[in-house]
């Protein structure tokens, strides 16, 4: 999808990540991995309309998925994307999971003609069921997970104590947010370089 979500945008709602090119990878860092147990950041429910409102504009239209649905979709995308990372097979379950969500909401491309001319848009068709935006999510994931070179790209933040995913779009990005794993990083060095001896 070519419409972006800022991180700013993102944080000041109350998720420490977001803001990547894929819906996906969005999805996939609304838990944190590392705390024991792992932490749903959709959680309340007004945490998840807060999350699905600020991501509507980079999905089809339509209503919010039920949460049982969305949390499916993000463990089967974290698991087969953490599969990637681990260089392990990914589990079976879930890529079933990202087929039947992708699959559950067929789509066909139209042309619509604007007052700027014709474009190029796609009909998501729920009158068959499922949920559009689970769909789209679904069909990023796949996109992702079969494109090696940009594949390639996906990292996990260096921070030790964080899980959050992303695309190293620029080769030199090691961190979730240059806000706050970034700057925990550089503090970190700062104190050692100070404090040593």
Not at 188 to 196: D, E, K
Request: aromatic share 4%; charged share 20%.
């Amino acid at each position: 999808m070519s419409i972006q979500v800022r991180v700013e945008e993102v944080q000041a709602a109350g998720f420490p990540m977001g803001g990547e090119p894929l819906v996906a990878l969005d999805l996939a860092d609304t838990v944190m991995m590392v705390a024991e147990p792992p932490v749903d950041l959709m959680e309340p429910a007004s945490a998840a309309a807060a999350w699905w409102e600020i991501q509507s504009r980079r999905l089809p239209p339509g209503p919010a998925p039920a949460p049982v649905a969305a949390r499916r979709l993000r463990a089967a995308i974290r698991e087969v994307l953490d599969a990637h990372l681990e260089d392990r097979p990914a589990d079976a379950a879930a890529v079933d999971d990202i087929n039947a969500a992708a699959s559950s909401v067929p789509a066909s491309p139209r042309l619509v003609v604007t007052g700027d001319g014709p474009r190029a848009a796609t009909r998501w068709h729920t009158e068959h069921g499922g949920n559009a935006a689970l769909a789209a999510i679904a069909g990023e994931a796949i996109a992702l997970l079969g494109s090696p070179d940009r594949l390639r790209l996906l990292r996990r933040c260096a921070n030790p104590e964080c899980s959050m995913l992303f695309l190293a779009e620029n080769p030199r990005r090691k961190w979730c947010t240059s806000n706050i794993c970034g700057n925990r990083a550089r503090v970190a060095r700062h104190y050692a370089r100070t404090h040593a001896g």
